[in-house]
């Protein structure tokens, strides 16, 4: 008798755990894109959706065998909160998915971090021969070389570019195609 009842005791609270995790998953992943104290929780972020798939697949098959009286519920009432329970953990994904609810602190974070991944640097030696005014204007002519940042001093070349519109490689192969002598560092 005791046995059984040292058995009894973690499969209780692992079921109170999952029933509740029903909920709470759902909403600890709202928490960790909105609260400014539990950015600790966003690196998690993907664990959490990633159960909360789980507890809405897990919930729609309850529902489904429900509904075609396969496993039915025991009264209206765990109907009820299956239904509350799968609109919770839905409303939960879609917040987490889209995140409305971000301050303007962390847009502006975000599109920092976009620009600073996106903007590269170049450093290209240069011939004495070279014509500085042709080269710039060349340079100006490349999509994705931001044409306001191009210096060009002691026979270098200083630049920078947008990564994800055109490589380091490009703009090397498209200034010797124009006919300018120029060396990648």
């Known amino acids: 008798m005791r046995f059984r009842s ?9 079921a109170i755990f999952l029933h509740l995790s029903c909920c709470l998953f759902p909403l600890i992943s709202i928490a960790a894109i909105s609260g400014p104290y539990l950015d600790v929780l966003s690196s998690y ?16 098959i309850r529902l489904v065998l429900d509904k075609f009286r396969l496993k039915r519920f025991c ?6 909160m299956h239904f509350a329970s799968l609109a919770i953990a839905f409303a939960g994904l879609v917040l987490s998915t889209f995140e409305p609810f971000k301050t303007e602190n962390q847009r502006l ?3 920092r971090f976009e620009l600073f991944k ?3 640097q170049l450093h290209i030696n240069l011939t004495d021969r070279c014509n500085y005014e042709k080269l710039r204007s060349d340079l100006a002519d490349i999509k994705g070389v931001k044409s306001n940042r191009i210096k060009i001093a ?3 070349l ?6 994800n519109r055109i490589s380091r490689k490009e703009i090397v192969r498209i200034l010797r195609g124009k006919g300018h002598e120029v060396q990648d560092l």
């Open 6 to 14: 040292i058995f009894t005791l973690p499969v209780t609270l692992l």
């Open 45 to 60: 972020k993907f664990v959490f959706i990633g159960i909360q798939y789980v507890v809405i697949f897990y919930l729609l």
């Open 75 to 80: 009264g209206i009432g765990e109907r009820v």
């Open 109 to 111: 974070a975000e599109q």
């Open 118 to 120: 996106n903007h590269r």
């Open 154 to 156: 002691d026979n270098r």
């Open 158 to 163: 200083l630049l920078t570019f947008q990564s």
